[in-house]
């Protein structure tokens, strides 16, 4: 415990107390991967935005992007909900993970968007 910041978009440096953090233990509506941040000044709200990681490093905002029904009504090559589901696939097809993820990341993005994001989520991880 204690004090810490956080540098927002690289530029502001903000306190950050670990008790600043609430987990809620309860899904958010459309990804069981999803964080929502509250921004407040002078103890009012200013500022909300939710975002959900939906899979190969991919980040989405709420209400940007995609929808959940898009989500649903994608023909994914290999539908996954479980990670035993994901298993099964290697072992029927003697795929590998990324391999079957590639498949169906395209179902979502280009080739060339989905090599675009991957390059900025490298690029980000090698930044200091």
């Given at each position: 415990?204690?004090?810490?910041?956080?540098?927002?978009?690289?530029?502001?440096?903000?306190?950050?107390?670990?008790?600043?953090?609430?987990?809620?233990?309860?899904?958010?509506?459309?990804?069981?991967?999803?964080?929502?941040?509250?921004?407040?000044?002078?103890?009012?709200?200013?500022?909300?935005?939710?975002?959900?990681?939906?899979?190969?490093?991919?980040?989405?905002?709420?209400?940007?992007?995609?929808?959940?029904?898009?989500?649903?009504?994608?023909?994914?090559?290999?539908?996954?909900?479980?990670?035993?589901?994901?298993?099964?696939?290697?072992?029927?097809?003697?795929?590998?993970?990324?391999?079957?993820?590639?498949?169906?990341?395209?179902?979502?993005?280009?080739e060339i968007e989905i090599n675009t994001e991957l390059k900025r989520i490298w690029e980000n991880f090698q930044?200091?």
């Amino acid at each position: 415990k204690g004090s810490e910041s956080v540098v927002l978009k690289g530029k502001r440096k903000v306190a950050l107390a670990s008790d600043d953090v609430k987990f809620n233990r309860e899904f958010l509506s459309f990804h069981a991967n999803g964080m929502t941040f509250r921004g407040f000044s002078n103890h009012k709200e200013v500022s909300t935005e939710t975002f959900y990681s939906i899979g190969g490093g991919f980040v989405v905002q709420e209400n940007q992007q995609l929808k959940k029904e898009s989500l649903e009504k994608k023909n994914f090559p290999f539908p996954i909900e479980r990670a035993k589901k994901l298993e099964e696939y290697c072992e029927s097809t003697g795929k590998n993970i990324s391999e079957i993820v590639w498949e169906n990341e395209l179902e979502l993005r280009s080739e060339i968007e989905i090599n675009t994001e991957l390059k900025r989520i490298w690029e980000n991880f090698q930044a200091d």
